[in-house]
Nanobody
Framework: QVQLVESGGGWVQPGGSLTLSCVVS????????MCWYRQPPGKQRELVAT???????NYVDSVKARFTISRDSAKNTVYLQMNSLKPEDTAVYYC?????????????WGQGTQVTVSS
């Protein structure tokens, strides 16, 4: 069973920083892509950042130059460094990892962690 445990969310003032962590219960080497999504209240879920097993990274335009996704294979952990936070970054942030099965892609989700940016 694959489980994802997210942490690091909380409240921060605009311009502040947070680092989110996602600890996966199995080796993250099994996954070809690891992602962070977010869902603001009342809005649809949005893909924020991805990192592949080859360390290719991508970000939604609104977080480029402010957020950094990374991984630590020894700790089975995916991180999202969040700098220069804005009120519009307020959302529940979800970790997602994906791996191939015999006939389909398997995706696993964390429980989400709340990030609130306000003054």
């Amino acid at each position: 069973q694959v489980q994802l445990v997210e942490s690091g969310g909380g409240w921060v003032q605009p311009g502040g920083s947070l680092t989110l962590s996602c600890v996966v219960s199995v080796s993250i080497g099994s996954f070809y892509v690891m992602c962070w999504y977010r869902q603001p209240p009342g809005k649809q879920r949005e893909l924020v950042a991805t990192i592949t097993s080859g360390d290719n990274v991508n970000y939604v335009d609104s977080v480029k130059a402010r957020f950094t996704i990374s991984r630590d294979s020894a700790k089975n952990t995916v991180y999202l460094q969040m700098n220069s936070l804005k009120p519009e970054d307020t959302a529940v942030y979800y970790c997602n990892v994906r791996r191939t099965g015999l006939i389909s892609v398997h995706a696993y989700w964390g429980q989400g962690t709340q990030v609130t940016v306000s003054s």
